[in-house]
Antibody
Framework: QVQLQESGPGLVKPSETLSLDCFVS?????????WGWIRQPPGKGLEWIGY???????SHNASLKSRVTISVDTSKNQFSLKLSSVTAADTAVYYC?????????WGQGTMVTVSS | QSILTQPPSASGTPGQRVTISCSGS????????ANWYQQLPGTAPKLLIY???QRPSGVPDRFSGSKSGASASLAISGLQSEDEADYYC???????????FGGGTKLTVL
């Protein structure tokens, strides 16, 4: 079955760049869909960060302005998130998910804390 | 402040029917379909309803969705204790060119 798994540092210092990967198993990213990131601050709701198509086209939440970079590595069947200039407000559980007009499959999520 | 508006909480007793509302605007629910996600405590969200009223394989038919204009609703009939979770609505927003979520509704089974 299709599974998504996030990986990356659980602690990032303020002003630095948060980097996460999402490995997809059971499905080739090249076959289609968009592949996205969603985050959830502690005790709060869900926020869409952005997504990428296997062709490389991307879309992201304008509220995050130019801090977001989403990329895809089809050879590794994974996609990545970089969020620059992080602050404490970026502390959250970060989820990767498959998107085809809806987020139908989700990773388990990874907690990222921004703190010095 | 979420783009889609949901009540923060809802409750019901076992066997009851409860509904959760989701209010949007012409740029999101008014022109695009509604999706609903269930988030059990300590777990990742799971797709519950897509395209307003479609259930993915494995979702019990106790869960149903509807949409009218720029508002959507999730109904849960025959409420069970395992339905206690947070529920989120979501839709594409044409003005923002992105996915928007509701603030979530915490459902308590009394």
């Amino acid at each position: 079955q299709v599974q998504l798994q996030e990986s990356g540092p659980g602690l990032v210092k303020p002003s630095e760049t948060l980097s996460l990967d999402c490995f997809v198993s059971g499905y080739s990213i090249r076959s289609g869909y968009h592949w996205g990131w969603i985050r959830q601050p502690p005790g709060k709701g869900l926020e869409w960060i952005g997504y990428i198509h296997h062709t490389g086209s991307t879309s992201h939440n304008a509220s995050l302005k130019s801090r977001v970079t989403i990329s895809v590595d089809t050879s590794k069947n994974q996609f990545s998130l970089k969020l620059s200039s992080v602050t404490a407000a970026d502390t959250a559980v970060y989820y990767c998910a498959r998107y085809g007009a809806t987020f139908d499959l989700w990773g388990q999520g990874t907690m990222v804390t921004v703190s010095s | 402040q979420s783009i889609l508006t949901q009540p923060p909480s809802a409750s019901g007793t076992p066997g009851q029917r409860v509904t959760i509302s989701c209010s949007g605007s012409s740029s999101n629910l008014g022109s695009n379909t509604a999706n609903w996600y269930q988030q059990l405590p300590g777990t990742a969200p799971k797709l519950l309803i897509y395209s307003n009223n479609q259930r993915p394989s494995g979702v019990p038919d106790r869960f149903s969705g509807s949409k009218s204009g720029a508002s959507a609703s999730l109904a849960i009939s025959g409420l069970q204790s395992e339905d206690e979770a947070d529920y989120y609505c979501a839709a594409w927003d044409d003005s923002l060119s992105g996915v928007v979520f509701g603030g979530g509704t915490k459902l308590t089974v009394l």
